[in-house]
Each structure stands twice: as C-alpha cells, then as structure tokens.
C-alpha cells in the first residue's frame, strides 16, 4: 500500500484560506478522527525555532497553527496543549511563541502551552545511535504529538521538515549538546531517527506556504513555494518537499536514516501525492507545485573518514569534563547520569571523576551541575578533524 502525502495548494495566509486548507487536506488524509482518539491528550509540536516574527518565515506561521487548532477543537478534542524547545537556550518557550504570534492563536482557542522549560532523561534501549533523550515534559505526558513543521533550509541537513523538527521535543541545552555529540550530519541524522522512534507523531503538518531558502534555518531568505503537506509518514512527507525543490531525497540524511530506521518511505513509487483534484505522481507535482532554483546545498556533503570515524574513537570524541575548582563534590552529575552502571562518579566529599568508556556523550550532568562545573571539552585533535 502506497504512503499518502496530502498536497494542498495554497498561496496565502489568509486564516479563512488556511482554515479551509487544513480542513481538506486532513480530510483527504481520511479525517483527524481516524489518526487520534478524541479522549486523548494531544499535543501540538509548531517549529518554535526563535523569537522571530512569522514573515521571517522561521517558524510555523500561525495561521497554520490556528487552523490545527481549528480542526481540533470543532471535532471535540479537550485536551490539546503545544509547545517547542528553541534552539538557544537564553530564548525560553514562551517568548518564542509570543514573537512568532503562535500564542495569541493558542489563547484564542483555548489551547495551553505544555511544560517545555523542563525535562528528564527517558531510555530508549531500541536506538541504534542513541539510547537515551532528555525530554521535555510535556512531550513525555502526551498520547498523540502532532508535528506542525515548517519547510526550510538546514546548514547540517540540507533541509528541515518533520523528522528535524522533532528535535525541539528535548529540553534547552540539550540540544546543543546534542549537536556537539553528533557531529556530522549523518550521525545527526540517524540520532533524530531514533528520536523520532522515541517521540513517535502521529500526525505531520507542513507550512511550505512561505518557505525558507538559502542559509536556513533561520538566517535565510523567505520564498513562496505555496503548500501546505500532510502525512502520516515523515519521510515521505520530506521527500516530497525534496522533491519539490528539485533535490534527491538520497541527499537528505534525515531522510536516508528514517527510512533506514523504518520511519517510512523516500521510494516516490511508494509514495501517493494526493490533490484536491486527484492523485498525482511526483513528477507531476514538481512540475506543477515544484522550484527548481530553489536555493538549497545540491553539492556533497563533506565526508571526512576520521570525522565518521569519530563516534566510535572515544579519544577523538566530544566529552563532558569537570572543573575541579568549580566542582562542589555535590553528587548531581552522578544522579542525573542515564548509564546503569553510571559513567561519572561524585558526592560524600568526592569530586566528579568520569569513566568515558561508558559515558554515552548525553550531558545530561552538564545541564544538571549546580555548579557549572562541567563543560563540553573537545580535544585540539578533534577540531582538527573537523569536529565542528
Ligand atoms: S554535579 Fe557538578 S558540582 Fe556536583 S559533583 Fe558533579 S561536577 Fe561537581
Ligand atoms: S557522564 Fe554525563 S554525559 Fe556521560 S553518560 Fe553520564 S550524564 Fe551522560
């Protein structure tokens, strides 16, 4: 059976255009009733990125939000709350979603915000690349996450859509230190893989009404590329907005990791794009709806052997380390570390001492230090090889 994605056409936000728009895509998905139970608690997941107005395009706009929100609360769901985790840890939930407009939409519908200034550690013993996350509570409390994601550019991964915008589900700094333990797109990409394993949305929302081109995901150039997409499958849905610019979804790593994780298909014969006006292959939809000049990176990924090599050479790889005169000897590292067996050892007068063979490069110590004794440390070798 071939995987939907929903292609709506739509050159504007104009909330009664966007209202209707989102009402007939979700509808030609076979209606939000068949993909969520009304007694469930829904959570909403809009691309919160920064505090930044909605024309710059790097955030959900929130028209889109208002009319998911929409859908939602005129079927009867009462318990749908939203929320992301910027990207710069100084920028809390609040202020990112009151910039971009998306909060005075939520307000409007009586949808509250969840808690995503906090978290904690959940295992994750199926990840291949990662086992663990720090997850912000609200995604932890809630049955169905619904991925409202916005189409943009990603300096790491060529593109951002539904798999990437899973990764506001983990708290603050987290994220940055994620980053720094995956460092190269690949890598990156097979972790938001398991993440999105982890997190598993059951419903992905693409804003391509305004896109972004150029040095995204938040420094680039809005561009109208006039759709909204819905889908059951990320990966299908990214690859179709591969698709629509003209790139290879082969060229993608997040699409290439979540297919190979078994997320969903980049296979266009698998994929049914479908219209208001019918289903249409791929080729057809790029032709009609596709930007071939979109500005995007089409060339090759910077494939550094060491730099892959890294993840699996504990010495060349980023690591927590502790400032003995910071350190406080309080024990917290040791506590908040995920590792059974626990790869850093501290309190009763004991100052931190890490045992790096079984440190997972989480850092879930490092945001949980009282002390800000523990920073990321990386080795002049590892820069070197291009540990950026
Ligand atoms: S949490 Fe920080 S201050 Fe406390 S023992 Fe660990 S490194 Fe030292
Ligand atoms: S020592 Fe720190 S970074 Fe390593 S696994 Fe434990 S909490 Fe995570």
């Not at 509250?112 to 550690?121: H, I, L, M, Q």
């Not at 690859?239 to 969903?264: E, K, M, N």
């Not at 090759?300 to 406080?328: G, N, T, V, W, Y």
Request: hydrophobic share 35%; charged share 20%.
């Amino acid at each position: 059976m071939k995987h939907t994605v929903v292609l709506i056409p739509l050159d504007n936000y104009e909330q009664q255009n966007v209202d209707a728009a989102v009402a007939q895509g979700l509808s030609l998905l076979g209606g939000v009733e068949s993909i969520i139970g009304k007694e469930e608690k829904v959570l909403l997941k809009p691309n919160l990125l920064a505090r930044a107005l909605p024309q710059k395009a790097i955030t959900t706009h929130p028209a889109v939000f208002s009319a998911v929100c929409k859908v939602l609360k005129e079927s009867g769901y009462a318990h749908v709350s939203y929320g992301d985790s910027p990207g710069n840890p100084t920028t809390t939930p609040e202020k990112a979603a009151e910039a971009c407009g998306i909060a005075a939409e939520a307000r409007k519908w009586g949808v509250p915000a969840g808690e995503f200034n906090t978290g904690s550690v959940v295992h994750f013993p199926e990840g291949e690349t990662c086992k663990s996350f720090y997850l912000c509570k609200a995604v932890q409390e809630t049955d169905a996450l619904v991925n409202v994601c916005k189409m943009k550019t990603h300096a790491l991964e060529r593109i951002t859509g539904a798999v990437k915008n899973m990764y506001g589900c983990i708290t603050g700094v987290n994220k940055a230190t994620g980053h720094a333990h995956y460092p190269n797109s690949e890598v990156f990409a097979d972790m938001l893989a398991d993440l999105n394993r982890c997190v598993n949305p059951r419903l992905h929302i693409m804003d391509g009404v305004v896109a972004m081109e150029g040095n995204g995901p938040s420094s680039g150039t809005p561009v109208n590329m006039n759709v909204l997409l819905m889908s059951l499958d990320p990966v299908a849905l990214d690859s179709v907005f591969a698709g629509l610019i003209h790139l290879d979804p082969h060229q993608v790593p997040t699409c290439v990791s979540a297919a190979r994780a078994g997320l969903g298909t980049m296979t266009y014969d698998d994929i049914a794009v479908r219209t208001p006006d019918g289903e249409i292959t791929m080729e057809e939809a790029r032709e009609k709806y596709g930007k071939k000049d979109f500005d995007v990176f089409r060339g090759e990924m910077k494939k550094s052997l060491l730099a892959k090599l890294m993840p699996l050479l504990p010495f060349l790889q980023h690591r927590p380390k502790a400032d003995m005169k910071k350190c406080i000897a309080c024990g917290v590292c040791e506590e908040s570390c995920p590792v059974p067996e626990k790869a850093v050892h501290a309190g009763n007068g004991k100052k931190a001492k890490y045992d790096y063979k079984k440190c997972i490069r989480c850092y879930c110590c490092q945001e949980m230090c009282p002390a800000k004794a523990i920073e990321v440390y990386r080795s002049p070798l590892n820069k070197l090889l291009g540990g950026k």
